[in-house]
């Protein structure tokens, strides 16, 4: 079970970058033409861009693992068949996603404050 968790916690990590690379082109129709510039100009982040960009990460990582741990505690459910410390065991996960999510949550929120704060 635990290898499972590893593996799909570990391929959610990998799939993000490739989701937020994909995500560039959605606007795009098929067929349009794609206009390259003909140079590329590399731009520097300040520290607020470089902190928003940590905290994007961390939320999203967070929201993954908290809906794996909801899914598992939804299989303990399921499979406990009345036994009272299953079911206890199950609840105290899904008590804990919920947590996972407040925090992730808390964890944009105060990316937000801080930004409005210094007038960013």
Known sequence: MKKIILTLILAGCLALPVLSLAQEDWDVPVGSPRIVPEQSQLTTLSVMDTLEI??????????????????????????????????KKARDMVMYAVIGIIVALLARGIVALINVAIGG
């Open 54 to 87: 940590i905290a994007d990460w961390i939320f999203y990582i967070l929201l993954f693992v908290a809906a794996i741990f909801i899914v598992i505690a939804g299989v303990n459910f399921v499979t406990a068949q009345g036994d009272p410390e299953k079911v």
